[in-house]
Structures are given as C-alpha cells and as structure tokens.
C-alpha cells in the first residue's frame, strides 16, 4: 500500500530552521514527482516547493532563498529545509506525490497529486 509520512514539525522563533521530512513507502516506484504545500486556518492549500526524480525543482515565488527541496539517492524520502522562518510561514505542511513529471503551473497545483499525507505542523512565533 502507498504511503506518504510527513515529520520533522515544530514551533520555532522567527529566524529558526526546521527540516521537514516525507517518506515514501509501498510503490515508490510509481512516484515521479514529490510536491510541498502548506495550509493555514482558513486558507487555501498553497504550494511550497516540488522535486522530481530527475532533480528538477520548482519553488514558489514567497520561499525562494529560505526553502530548499532535496532528496535522498534512492528516492525513497524527499526533504524541506526551511531557513529564516517568518510567521507567515506557520500552517500544516503535507507532501504529496504524483505519477507524472510535474514542472511550471502543473507542479504548483496540488489537483495534479494523488497521494497526500497526513501533515506536519509549523509554527513561526515572532
């Protein structure tokens, strides 16, 4: 069976680092791209940052220069190193995974991934 398993989420102080970890287990092989999106209370699911097995990365514009997406060589665990955290960046974050080769606005839509986890909480106090 897929499974996706997020970790790695806590409450820091604005300016702190957290790195958030999704692990795939089951069909890892059916998975081509690994997606970060983040929710808070009343807002819309929001994409953070996606990788592809082929190393391809796509990162929104808000996170660019504090967030890096990275994975490990057997593709098994994809990684969100979070630096600088501001308030803002507080909210669930859950990974997701989709079958495809995702890049550009297709990465950026959580509709095009199949398979979520249960997420993970951030919390920035300032």
């Known amino acids: 069976q897929e499974k996706l398993v997020e970790s790695g989420g806590g409450a820091v102080q604005a300016g702190g680092s957290l790195k958030l970890s999704c692990a795939a287990a089951?069909?890892?092989?059916?998975?081509?791209?690994v997606g970060w999106f983040r929710q808070a209370p009343g807002k819309e699911r929001e994409f953070v940052a996606s990788?592809?097995?082929?190393?391809?990365?796509t990162y929104s514009d808000s996170v660019k220069g504090r967030l890096s997406i990275s994975q490990d060589n057997a593709r098994t665990t994809v990684y969100l190193q979070m630096n600088s955290l501001k308030p803002a960046d507080t909210a669930m974050y859950y990974c997701?995974?989709?079958?495809?080769?995702?890049?550009?606005?297709?990465?950026?839509?959580?509709?095009?991934?199949?398979?979520w986890g249960q997420g993970t909480q951030v919390t920035v106090s300032s």
């Open positions: 997701g995974s989709a079958r495809q080769w995702l890049g550009g606005t297709r990465a950026t839509d959580f509709r095009n991934f199949y398979l």
């Open positions: 089951g069909a890892r092989s059916s998975i081509s791209t």
């Open positions: 990788i592809r097995t082929d190393s391809i990365k």
